[in-house]
């Protein structure tokens, strides 16, 4: 693989600006370019940071890209990861990679068919306190997992983005762009799969086209029983509540999400501030150098399309529990 990597952008919202202050800490990447179909977006960064733009993500496949970063709205997703994997370009892509599990499927095979790697930024997976949590349930020093109870609230944005109240735009509300974070998270730090989804979603106000609240019991393979709890809430203002409380048998993990994480033994108590000097945004840098790290030792990232699918999974039997009053059973 050459050095520089070269790495273009697609999607200026939220989270691309995000991923474009990552790669461009990167020593060893040029961003060659970014594309958003909002022409002021684009004309701010040409004048803050000099990166050529473009107005279609099509212009930026001519230009010799290792890596495209797609940030774009859920709808776009799938197309332009198809496109570039064609061109065999490497992707990292927004999760949820796609509008519905059976394009999300397609992709990720699409993918693998055109020997492209695929990363997913599941980018709340570099989160100090989080590495911190897996750490301590990988050791196994508490005995078995019994249960877990997650709670998410967000700040009410009235009115959504456009695209996000959207069904066709964005396929789903809060589960579908905050709540999926939860779902792969839990996954991985529990190392174990969910065979069993009990959920229902709502909306409190007329305005939402989109579900904004939900109530979910989570059956995994070995046993764990958990739950969630997910909303927006126009009382909060300012930040989120992201908290995580794991149950063993003997002893109990507490992971908040940009605060802490706690872990509570009959022997011992230990404390884990998250960082609260440099960098708020680290893990999209961390995330970014992880990916390139992969792509220049050709090997699979850390978190592929198969962790997507997954995601996908609860995703989608979370909405068909909702929609039937009942329990969904998950296959794999």
Not at 47 to 71: Q, R, W
Not at 76 to 97: M, V
Not at 203 to 226: A, L, P, Q
Request: aromatic letters at 10%.
């Amino acid at each position: 693989m050459k050095n520089p990597i070269n790495v273009a952008i697609v999607g200026m919202g939220q989270a691309g600006l995000k991923h474009l202050l990552a790669f461009k800490k990167l020593k060893n990447v040029k961003i060659v370019g970014v594309a958003d179909s909002d022409k002021k977006i684009l004309k701010e960064i040409k004048a803050k940071h000099g990166f050529n733009t473009f107005s279609s993500y099509k212009e930026l496949l001519d230009l010799e890209l290792d890596i495209l970063v797609i940030a774009t709205p859920h709808r776009y997703l799938h197309q332009i990861g198809k496109d570039a994997a064609a061109l065999g370009i490497n992707i990292l892509i927004e999760k949820p990679i796609a509008l519905n599990l059976s394009d999300a499927v397609k992709l990720v095979n699409y993918c693998n068919d055109k020997k492209v790697k695929m990363g997913v930024s599941f980018v709340h997976r570099y989160r100090k306190e989080v590495l911190k949590t897996k750490e301590w349930i990988s050791k196994k020093r508490l005995g078995k997992l019994l249960l877990t109870h997650t709670t998410m609230i967000f700040p009410q944005r009235d009115p959504l983005p456009k695209w996000l109240n959207s069904p066709e735009d964005s396929g789903g509300g809060i589960i579908m762009y905050g709540a999926i974070h939860s779902l792969d998270m839990l996954c991985w730090l529990i190392n174990d799969v969910c065979v069993s989804v009990t959920a229902e979603c709502g909306s409190n106000s007329y305005k939402d086209k989109v579900e904004n609240f939900s109530s979910c019991i989570f059956k995994f393979s070995k046993g764990t029983c958990s739950t969630m709890a997910v909303s927006t809430n126009v009382a909060v203002t300012k930040g989120h509540t992201w908290k995580t409380n794991f149950i063993f048998q003997n002893g109990m993990i507490t992971l908040f999400i940009k605060k802490y994480t706690k872990y509570v033994s009959y022997d011992k108590e230990i404390h884990y501030k998250s960082p609260i000097n440099g960098d708020i945004n680290y893990n999209f840098t961390d995330q970014a150098r992880d990916y390139v790290d992969h792509i220049i030792k050709n090997i699979k990232p850390s978190i592929d399309g198969n962790d997507a699918i997954n995601s996908m999974k609860i995703v989608d039997a979370i909405y068909e529990s909702s929609k039937k009053s009942s329990s969904i059973n998950i296959n794999y």
